[in-house]
């Protein structure tokens, strides 16, 4: 979580929500990571999750991530829920909970869905109160008159 939380420092200086996401392998080692990129890129796909995502499932050659984790510093949506799904994701660990967007135990249970063919374990609140806490402060400063 420490690298997640940086990541999302990194992503509020830059303008962009700060959320950070990593994504590691069986053995822990980092196999991916990333930020929101979603104003840096206009890309409205560029959430941190998809970010990270994408380049682990580049290191490792294969779309299917079984066996690894995600750590991501705020609950996912239901976009990056639906990609962790697809990935095969063994096990997600988040930080701040999102009560308005969350697919992960909040508004939504996406992430653990009976119905669907692939559940991942979730891991809920790991530092929440820095993950809020960088939220805040950036939402806090826009709200500034």
């Known amino acids: 979580m420490d690298r997640a939380l940086a990541l999302a ?6 303008g962009d929500i700060p959320v950070g996401a990593v994504v590691t392998d069986a053995a822990g080692n980092t196999i991916g990571e ?3 990129l979603r104003e840096a890129t206009h890309d409205p796909l560029a959430h941190a999750e998809v970010v990270a995502l994408r380049a682990a499932a580049a290191s490792l050659g294969s779309w299917n991530l079984s066996r ?33 967007a969350g697919a992960a135990g909040s508004m939504y249970d996406v992430v653990r869905d009976r119905r669907l063919p692939h559940r991942a374990e979730v891991v809920a609140g790991v530092r929440e109160h820095e993950a809020s806490a ?3 402060a950036f939402f806090g400063a826009r709200r500034e008159p």
């Open 34 to 36: 990333g930020r929101n």
């Open 9 to 14: 420092a990194e992503a509020a200086e830059h």
């Open 68 to 100: 690894c984790t995600l750590v991501v510093t705020l609950e996912p949506c239901l976009m990056c829920a639906g990609a962790i799904i697809q990935s095969h994701l063994d096990r997600l660990v988040f930080g701040a909970w999102d009560d308005k």
């Open 134 to 136: 960088l939220l805040r």
